[in-house]
């Protein structure tokens, strides 16, 4: 199934991709909380997400200790206080954890789709973690390349590049190759230009938006910033590699952010679900998913619960945004019917009679950066009653995001 939806959507590259209307940030402040901050439309609007539950292994951090990363194949953030290492769930619960017995990681970021975490560090090292075992293994270093000056305050991943961005404590931005034979080789620079040079304000975490090709850097207060860094691609190695548009200020946190995380878009719904009156009992058919909707990463999966059982479904996979028409059912259709024409994927339900209808399609976006944006919808259809009649579901209406 996830290679239909995979060999379907590359079909349609050329098609273009559409914008999103929000930006949102996770920031992380290296030991007590995690907020969700909202860039675009409301500049630099915060709520607390969740504070690690007890007992907290994270301890409070100096500068310029600390940093985080979104893991876009498990739907968690991996974050160091800068010492211990861990992956944790929307809620702050520790899924697994890394202790090194000392302060020393400044920056992290995370490769979702090669399942790496990188981490700079005071000892003037990028190490390249993978993701397995207990929590993480086989770590492997490479010196901090040049013209970057210890410590890297900030590190970010560009997954379409395979590249690694880091900030140091002067404003100096550097891109570089992740850790091979070479070691980490440069790629190019470019300098932080807002606040002023000079200005106070040291960088104390980045991320990466790689569809949009916008950095985000939180600088110290004073000022205290979200800086968004327009990233352009350079034309000789040397060539800077990025330009500061716009900042706003760090939203009134209890505590300053250390490292910033990317949130993707979150799906949206269209209807309810609903059977017709010659169906009993009464359903409510429901639409979910499991995942993210990121492009390149495994994970994301539509799913169905609530439906009539035992009986037959199918879910239709439009290749655009939802809409709602009237086609004389039981409630409207708001899954994109094309053109394209989309792909139909059909399932079983068994399971006792009644309620009890559930189904799962695993669906694997391809690893492209021309379906940033790309809409797509999704609900469930199926047949209850005698005579035969169809049942829908609410839909599910998301876009397709950077890994």
Same mark, same amino acid.
């Given at each position: ?50 504070? +690690? ?27 160091? /206080? ?67 000056? +210890? ?16 900030? /140091? ?42 569809? &949009? ?57 269209c209807g309810s679900g609903c059977v017709p009156s010659v169906c009993s009992p009464a359903c ?25 059982? +035992? ?17 004389g059912l039981c409630g409207p259709v708001c899954v994109f019917l094309g053109p394209p024409s ?19 399609i695993p669906l694997s976006p391809p690893f492209s950066p021309l379906l940033c944006g790309f ?11 005698? +005579? &035969? ?5 609410? &839909? ?8």
């Amino acid at each position: 199934m996830a290679r239909r939806f995979r060999t379907s959507v590359a079909a349609l590259l050329l098609l273009g991709a559409s914008s999103w209307a929000q930006v949102n940030l996770w920031s992380w402040d290296g030991g007590t909380q995690v907020d969700l901050i909202n860039v675009v439309p409301a500049p630099c609007a915060a709520r607390n997400v969740c504070t +690690p539950p007890a007992p907290n292994p994270f301890v409070g951090h100096p500068f310029p200790f600390g940093g985080a990363d979104y893991d876009s194949a498990t739907d968690t953030l991996w974050v160091t /206080d800068g010492m211990t290492i861990a992956n944790i769930d929307r809620n702050c619960r520790i899924r697994c954890s890394q202790n090194v017995g000392a302060m020393v990681f400044t920056g992290l970021a995370v490769d979702s789709v090669r399942r790496r975490v990188y981490t700079a560090d005071t000892n003037g090292f990028i190490t390249m973690w993978t993701i397995g075992g207990a929590c993480l293994t086989l770590p492997v270093r490479c010196p901090i390349p040049n013209p970057l000056v +210890p410590p890297v305050t900030g590190l970010a991943y560009d997954a379409f590049a395979d590249e690694i961005f880091g900030v /140091d404590a002067l404003g100096l931005i550097v891109k570089f190759s992740p850790i091979g034979p070479a070691g980490c080789m440069f790629r190019c620079e470019a300098r932080i230009q807002c606040p002023a040079p000079g200005a106070a304000g040291r960088p104390t975490g980045m991320t990466y938006d790689s569809c &949009a090709r916008v950095l985000y850097i939180v600088t110290e207060p004073p000022p205290g910033s979200i800086l968004p860094v327009v990233v352009t691609q350079p034309l000789t190695p040397a060539a800077p590699c990025g330009l500061t548009r716009s900042c706003c200020a760090v939203p009134n946190t209890s505590s300053q952010p250390t490292g910033l995380a990317i949130r993707p878009q979150q799906p949206g719904n269209c209807g309810s679900g609903c059977v017709p009156s010659v169906c009993s009992p009464a359903c409510t058919p429901a639409i979910g998913y499991t995942g993210q909707p990121t492009i390149g990463t495994i994970g994301f999966s539509i799913t169905l619960s609530g439906a009539p059982s +035992p009986g037959s479904a199918w879910l239709f996979l439009g290749f655009g945004p939802c809409t709602s028409l009237n086609l004389g059912l039981c409630g409207p259709v708001c899954v994109f019917l094309g053109p394209p024409s989309p792909l139909i994927f059909p399932v079983a339900l068994g399971g006792p009679a009644g309620c009890n209808g559930a189904a799962s399609i695993p669906l694997s976006p391809p690893f492209s950066p021309l379906l940033c944006g790309f809409p797509l919808s999704a609900q469930w259809v199926g047949t209850c009653g005698s +005579p &035969a009649a169809l049942w829908l579901s609410n &839909a599910l209406c998301f876009v397709l995001t950077g890994p």
